[in-house]
Every structure is written in C-alpha cells, then in structure tokens.
C-alpha cells in the first residue's frame, strides 16, 4: 500500500506562504490562517508539502483502515484557492447559495480570489463544518 503523504509535519507555514505567488494570494493565505485559527481555535501546520492545516479529523477507511487529515485546511495553487473545509452538500445548501463564486467538489471548495466569497458566510461555513467533523471524528 502507498504511504499516505498529507500527514502533518514540522515545515514552516510562513516560508511557505512567503513562496506564493502574487500579493492578492499572499493576503488571501494570512486571511485564512487567520480564519480558521480562530474557527478552530488551533494553530497553522504544514499537510504534506502544500496544504496549511488546523487541528485533526480522523476517521475509517470503508475497510476499517483509520485516517488522519486536518479538520480544516486550505491550499494556494496557481489557479485559485481550494479550501479543504468538508463541506456537505445537502446540510450545507444555504451557506453554499450565499458563498458567491465557488466550486464544491467532494470535501473541497475552490475559489478564484477571497475578494469573491461572502466571508462572513465562509466563517459560518467553516464553523458548522469544523463541529461536525468533531462530532464525527473516530476516536
């Protein structure tokens, strides 16, 4: 079996936004890290090699095999942001109707620029998403 690279590690948050590209992105990461501080009420750790993650979620593979992933994260990539935030469609619809432009896919939004979403929606959004991830989390 393949070993699982987006664990939690020891790199610097901040060296790695200061490689991003752009003004706009760079603002847009501290805006984040900031956000989901605070939702989650930890602070931000390096997922892999791209991936700025808060806290942990663990759960079961459909075999029983247990994962571990950050109960919320984001990455900057050259075409946008893709916030990790596991959203659930049906439990979601409303805050998801209010976002603006963003794109759901699986257990991940992706956003062009901060500038475009209603971010006290995303605040509200990540909380609900952060409490039931908690809830659901295998012990």
Request: with cysteine.
């Amino acid at each position: 079996m393949a070993k699982v690279k987006t664990i939690e590690n020891d790199a610097s948050v901040e060296t790695f936004v200061s490689k991003v590209a752009g003004e706009e992105m760079c603002q847009d990461c501290a805006t984040l890290i900031r956000v989901m501080s605070e939702v989650t009420g930890c602070p931000a750790k390096m997922w892999g090699g791209s991936i700025i993650g808060f806290d942990k979620y663990h759960y079961r593979y459909a075999n029983g095999k247990p994962g571990e992933i950050c109960l919320l994260g984001f990455s900057p990539r050259k075409q946008g942001l893709v916030l990790y935030i596991g959203p659930d469609a049906e439990r979601d619809r409303d805050l998801l109707a209010k976002l603006a432009k963003v794109k759901a896919v699986g257990s991940c939004l992706h956003v062009n620029h901060l500038r475009d979403l209603h971010l006290p929606t995303l605040k509200r959004l990540m909380r609900r998403a952060a409490k039931a991830r908690r809830e659901a989390s295998v012990k």
